[in-house]
């Protein structure tokens, strides 16, 4: 977790994507200190003291996952809070700014957002929550080394153009 603290500045679309990989880090290992411990030994250059803070760190973020009642599902209010940071600005962008470039992004994949969205069964997904988690769902996909066809590689990609302007903007935004 060492660099979150400045990735949320840099890029908060990474950010959400890494506390997301995080929650589901702690529960694969179900939150055994000793698991998280061997992970952490075994990360290149990490010392005594780093080992420490970081293992500090997690039990931080443990705590709070169990503050928010997330133990078995659902997402940080850190990461809902700066999704519903994203989803603001990407409406500002829409309808208030009405930035050419951000809206042509979004136009051209609009129908695999909504797509997603009816698929997901959540209706009340926003647009900018469905592709994080296509794209957190994508990731999973080529970790466990599944085939991705052209058609939901092409998609990510635009998904990804989205969210990288985005987050760019916010970065602008926030330095």
């Not at 908060?12 to 179900?30: G, K, N, T």
């Not at 030994?41 to 009642?69: C, H, K, S, W």
């Not at 990510?156 to 760019?168: I, N, R, W």
Request: with cysteine; net charge neutral.
């Amino acid at each position: 977790m060492l660099f979150a603290e400045q990735e949320i500045k840099r890029n908060p679309a990474e950010y959400i994507l890494f506390l997301w990989q995080v929650e589901d880090l702690l529960r694969a290992i179900q939150f055994d200190l000793s698991k998280l411990t061997q992970i952490l030994e075994a990360t290149p250059n990490m010392d005594e003291v780093m080992l420490r803070r970081e293992l500090t760190r997690y039990q931080m973020f443990i705590a709070d996952m169990r503050a928010d009642g997330i133990m078995e599902s659902g997402h940080c209010s850190k990461s809902m809070e700066l999704l519903a940071e994203l989803h603001f600005l990407h409406q500002n962008l829409l309808t208030v700014k009405r930035d050419k470039r951000y809206k042509e992004l979004v136009d051209a994949v609009l129908p695999d957002i909504l797509a997603f969205i009816s698929k997901s069964g959540q209706k009340r997904m926003t647009e900018i929550e469905a592709c994080f988690q296509a794209l957190y769902g994508l990731m999973i996909l080529r970790l466990r080394k599944e085939p991705i066809s052209p058609a939901t590689q092409e998609a990510m990609d635009g998904f990804s153009k989205v969210l990288a302007y985005l987050a760019k903007t916010y970065a602008q935004k926030n330095a």
